[in-house]
């Protein structure tokens, strides 16, 4: 027997002993409890525990709980009418059966004490029904909420994954761009850049399976990419770290940092003849963690959140922590970008 059914019997027991429990009391307590009294309400508890039970087998049968709520109504109330005059008849039967028919339902004939009957039952089922009815639609409601919650949590977690399967091929893609222009140029250096290349995509698949990392951990990550590409831009490419110290160990989302790097030398040093500066920066600001990019550059008209890396910056981001973190992607001067990251700050 499953706990469900079983918590089913349980409230059932509950519900019908307790009421007669009250009655007696009151039978008690106004001096007019006999034994045909309790033998009375040991038919009446009977009867309305096999009249209930058979309602809520008809009940699941007809799938009463899944159709729609004007018609559940409807069929509660049919349904409530109809075994109230049974209940009302057996209940009758048995008393008649079993001699236990008080003085007034000797003087009534038997329509008169059904209508009595039924009217009384109808109360106490409908009731029953309305107790029924609201916990399982408290269930309902409640199973529906988990529902949503698991799906949620399972489309998050497949859009995260999705996302991180498409940040190391894009990222490969472009790294692999800039050791070609090397290949021919300067074998030797374009083996260092194959060395670092190897040491960022160790990093990447360490990563691979977590929602967040260190700072500390990013930073190596965006350190070999920056000397990678610092091989194929020269002396076109100075970058800066203005990092505090005590920011070293905040969570952050693996492969953001780099992704904005990348998307710093690709839109703004690549298309500048002399080059730029990239300078990373991690801070506490407002009570919040805040990491950005600058870069020299410039926006052309509007911010296109299209590109991949702004989209899957903003969709971790989302995912991650919802309305908790925030970015930014502005002009703060006539030749500098800057993208900026606010994060929740990481309690230890």
């Known amino acids: 027997m499953n706990s469900h059914y079983s918590k089913y019997w349980l409230f059932q027991a509950a519900g019908w002993l307790g009421f007669a429990g009250i009655y007696l009391f009151i039978a008690a307590s106004l001096n007019i409890l006999s034994s045909a009294y309790v033998e009375r309400m040991g038919i009446f508890v009977t009867v309305g525990t096999l009249i209930t039970h058979m309602m809520r087998w008809f009940i699941h049968r007809v799938d009463l709980l899944l159709k729609p709520l004007n018609k559940q109504v409807i069929g509660f109330v049919l349904l409530t009418f109809i075994c109230a005059v049974i209940f009302s008849g057996i209940e009758i039967g048995a008393y008649n059966l079993f001699n236990l028919e008080t003085q007034e339902m000797r003087r009534d004939n038997f329509v008169s004490e059904l209508v009595k009957f039924s009217f009384n ?8 029904n309305c107790i029924y009815f609201i916990y399982h639609f408290v269930e309902k409601s409640r199973k529906q909420q988990l529902d949503t919650l698991k799906l949620e949590a399972l489309v998050k977690e497949l859009e995260l994954q999705t996302i991180k399967a498409h940040i190391n091929p ?11 222009a090397l290949v021919v140029e300067n074998p030797e250096r374009a083996r260092k850049a194959i060395t670092e290349l190897s040491n960022i995509l160790r990093s990447s698949m360490q990563v691979e399976k977590v929602e967040s990392v260190t700072l500390e951990r990013e930073l190596n990550i965006v350190k070999d990419y920056l000397a990678l590409e610092n091989m194929r831009f020269e002396d076109r490419l100075k970058i800066v770290y203005e990092i505090d110290d005590d920011t070293l160990d905040q969570q952050v989302p693996p492969m953001m940092l780099q992704t904005l790097v990348e998307n710093a030398i690709k839109h703004g040093i690549s298309k ?7 300078k990373v920066i991690s801070d506490f600001k407002n009570n919040h963690h805040e990491l950005a990019v600058q870069n020299t550059g410039k926006l052309n008209g509007t911010i296109n959140k299209e590109g991949f890396g702004l989209s899957s910056t903003l969709n971790r981001l989302n995912i991650l922590y919802g309305d908790n973190a925030k970015f930014e992607l502005k002009q703060i001067t006539p030749q500098i970008v800057e993208a900026r990251v606010q994060l929740p700050v990481t309690i230890h």
């Open 272 to 278: 500048q003849l002399s080059g730029g500066v990239v």
């Open 121 to 128: 039952a109808f109360i106490l089922i409908f009731i029953w």
């Open 170 to 180: 894009h990222f490969i893609f472009n790294s692999l761009n800039g050791i070609r």
